[in-house]
């Protein structure tokens, strides 16, 4: 009977405020960090996994023929890894570049252009909105 009374007392609750940040300024800072580490946490789990699947699909043939199913493995988790390079390196260009368009001050200032009120409209009597 004891034994049910410490098992129910030791149950797993989480406490209020435990993922709080200490250590950060504000609350939206330390919920700004919390999700950057956990996009991170969860990328590297990602690229891991896609490196493994890429691998063990690389040796299937290895382990139907059952010969050197190490080696080919090995081989796979190589050629996986280069592809993510590759493509790491595509997007470490192109993301440069993209951002040196400004793309945020073009969309301002087109909006700005949408909503400008002319001379024109401003005699005929359109009101600011």
Do not use: C
Not at 63 to 79: L, M, R, T, V
Not at 82 to 110: D, E, T
């Amino acid at each position: 009977m004891s034994h049910l009374i410490f098992t129910e007392s030791v149950k797993l609750k989480p406490k209020a405020g435990s993922s709080d940040l200490r250590g950060t300024v504000s609350v939206s800072g330390g919920k700004l960090l919390v999700y950057r580490v956990t996009f991170y946490v969860l990328a590297v789990v990602a690229a891991v996994s896609i490196v493994v699947i890429g691998a063990l699909v690389f040796s299937l043939k290895a382990f139907n023929n059952g010969a050197k199913e190490a080696a080919s493995i090995a081989d796979g988790a190589i050629y996986m890894a280069i592809l993510a390079m590759a493509i790491l390196i595509q997007v470490a260009i192109i993301i440069p570049g993209l951002l040196m368009l400004q793309p945020l001050r073009l969309w301002r200032v087109l909006r700005a252009e949408k909503n400008a009120i002319t001379p024109r409209q401003r005699f005929r009597g359109k009101e600011d909105s």
